[in-house]
């Protein structure tokens, strides 16, 4: 089947053209609103394109260069081919590209972090400046001209709204029948136009199933078929289920304290093996018809919506693997019943998170002994991947659990340190750490309080005497009791580790 | 008159004894949620009848101490008598006396700083354990038990309805004819059960005038004949002038743009001699009909309703001085048109920060190159006041302003450091800048094209070169360029200070 059997509006019919055409309809210095959200729906074959002319430009001693916002991480075909060749001037709000990571830290990239609820309204009150052009995948369009959204939402709503001119990729790999999933919201505004969104369960419907196209600022469709880069699923290993444990102990325990319904609260997971170590825990438990209000949609809650544990899940895109993909594609009656994809401001709203009382689950690169947590640096000066939707969900979610290995590289790193090196979560948001040597309650406690629960729960047990010992001796300076330090110390963990490979 | 007057119920009034006999009680180890905003509305009689009895039992060589939750920060007849005896066990959510910050700082009293939007929802949802007492002062009680609020509203409703038991102390120098200004909204829940907030402009009413009380649970009633114990105002000093200054010229600029309506969009304002410069700025400026949406109203927000600059301000107490207050008395009429107090979880709500687009105004102790924000520390680990509510507006909101002179300390400190010794509002959160140099806005850049701006716009001359120097070495120390840091000089500005008192 040709892809433009899912063209069904003539008049953009007639701008099919091939991804080289439509790629040099984007000019040097542009800024692209680009589709894409952790490796689902994002653009397969106009980014590879530029590529290959910024290749061939670069090789003449010609610079290109664009600046790129998109929903959130992408895949090679978008990040990795752009980075490699040079091509990204500026990215936000989120990537997790191993090439694009390494020019953003060699310093020939630029990068904005932006909490993912927030890039739209930026975006809409000019604070980034001017959208030239948008590139958006979907999976068909309508006779009148309005599009099916492909596996992920994120900010294609606002970048057609915003850009200039827009390139639509219409992808036959993307089920046909994701028509419907989507709830498109069209009620948003600036202040002081904004009105309450009238969300209060995560199965509501607010908005509509297509995203609005103005027909005149589209300058180029192209077809592809190409399915979304997923990774493979790995199973939970020893240490991610142990993590998983502690918080479904943690979840049990709420429950009988009347601190949490029977039925939870909405969750949100972010992706990767903890997570899903959960996910499972929650499906093997006695839980039946739980929600998800969420970013993404991974392998462990399809299990978990066909299992009926989960009733109902809200996000804003997919992240699954070929195996899980196959599955929603069987079955994709059963799950559109069941999924709603949301625009990224919506699903992510910060209204919304702190109504629906979320439980925000996420992970953390490294946590200090007050409750301080980093979410995106390494040693304070390597952006790993961006905060993405972290922030959103804990800071005005009911309950915000950040969960890691106690150690990292070999248990050279300890995830528990004297004094994080970049803050993401302030100790005022964070309220649950959870290492696989146990779980942190912070609710309640005082900084001096945090430190004693944080080291004797988390910690690794090679680093925790090191650990009380700083804090010992941080009490015992003098220097002030509230939250104590060793200034000349406090960073000297991380130091070691860049110095000696060893914390 | 006397205070009984303003008792009409019958039943509590039978209950009217002395400060002494409600004091006894309270009993040593009890959880007291007390009334109290900014020096407004709290307990005149009780806490220091308390702290007289407390120092009679440490004389008999006994211990008694209790713990003491609170809208947010009170006044020397509440923080300072009882911390002076050494009767705080444990405070939260905010305060700013310095009695108090030195038991704090010397690990004397556990303080737990709390976003104060969100220490109400903690208390329902029983992250902060049992409240025993309320001990609240309002303005009179009606005939049928209902509460007239006084010059705070706080989290009055909240402690009388989680706590076991309440004493209410009605102060017949607040005027009677706050009757009708308060808005106190009985809307709220847990999850799942939370409702869209249907407030759409600062003026809107949701709620009603008095508190519900349940009679049964009131064990004493006070009288007493205090006024609020508010500073004097001191006018604009020449640093918070040209603070403003740069803020009115952003504005201005803001609205050429088409980034801000000329009305702008709801103010939020600490208190204190900047924010105070800004609204003698606004008030002298073209504005007409601005609205607030803000914690506290001080003496500025009074003198622009008066003028017509500003048509309306929500907020959950007052925060004023003398002069001011004679002010509001004489002209109580016309300010209960134009005044709504609220209680603090909606005042400070994020859903309504986002939904109003607040422009938050708030000040900052330290901030650094990459734009982080320490709001609550000096030299990492004393506690100045709290976070109080700037996290709930910078966060939520639409623009986030931190205010503060370039120096501190007759210039021995730089209040712009390579890396804050404590972070309340994150990179992601902080968009502007401004210290009497001027204007750094952060919109849509880049951490490194952060550095440039601070430094160069906000940062003294005296300090300016070795900001630079610092940020150029990190830049070339090869450690990765996003975040640019040297682990081993990132405090040792702090460091340096605390050794040399100078920076
Ligand atoms: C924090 C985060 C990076 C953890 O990722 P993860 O895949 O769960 O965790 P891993 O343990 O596999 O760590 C990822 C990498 O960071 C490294 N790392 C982890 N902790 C580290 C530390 N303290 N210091 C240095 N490196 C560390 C790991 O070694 C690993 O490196 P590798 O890829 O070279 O092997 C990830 O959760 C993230 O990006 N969070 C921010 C965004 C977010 O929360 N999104 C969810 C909202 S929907
Ligand atoms: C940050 C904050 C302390 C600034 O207070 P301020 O009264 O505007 O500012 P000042 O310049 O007078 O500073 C207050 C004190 O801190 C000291 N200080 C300021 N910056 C400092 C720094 N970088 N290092 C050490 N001390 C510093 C000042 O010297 C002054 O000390 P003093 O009382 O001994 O003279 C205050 O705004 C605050 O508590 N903010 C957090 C809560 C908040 O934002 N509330 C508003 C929401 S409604």
Redesign the pocket.
Known sequence: MSASSRIRNPELLQRLMSAEAAAALIPNGAVVGMSGF?GAGYPKAIPTALAHRIRDLNGQGEKFRISIWTG?STAPELDGVLAEVDGIEMRLP?Q?DPICRQRINDGRMDYIDIH?SEVSQYAWAGFLGKLDLAVIEVAGILEDGRLIPSSAVGNNKTWIEQADKIIIEVNDKQNAKLEGMHDIYYGTALPPNRKPIMITSPADRIGEQYLHCPLDKVIGVVETSAADRNSPFTPPDEVSKRIAGHILEFFEREIAAGRLPKELLPI????????NAVLEGLDAGPYKNLTAF???IQDGMLKMLKSGTLGVASATAFSLSPVAIEELNNNIDFYRERIILRQQDIS?HPELARRLGVI?M?????ADIYGNV???H??GSRM???????G??ARNGYLSIF???ST??NGS???I?PMVSHV?HTEHDVKIIVTEQGLADLRGLSPRQRAHKIIQNCAHPAYRERLMDYFERACASGRGMHTPHLLGEALSWHQR?EENGQM
Chains 1, 2 share one sequence.
């Open positions: 952790t959130a989120f997790s993912l949100q997971s972010g992706v990767g093996n903890i997570p969420t970013e993404v992510n925000a996420n992970g953390l690169i490294e980093n979410s995106t390494i040693m790993m991947n961006g905060i993405g939707g972290s959103d969900f969960v890691t290995p990292a590289k790193i300890s995830a340190v993401d580790y």
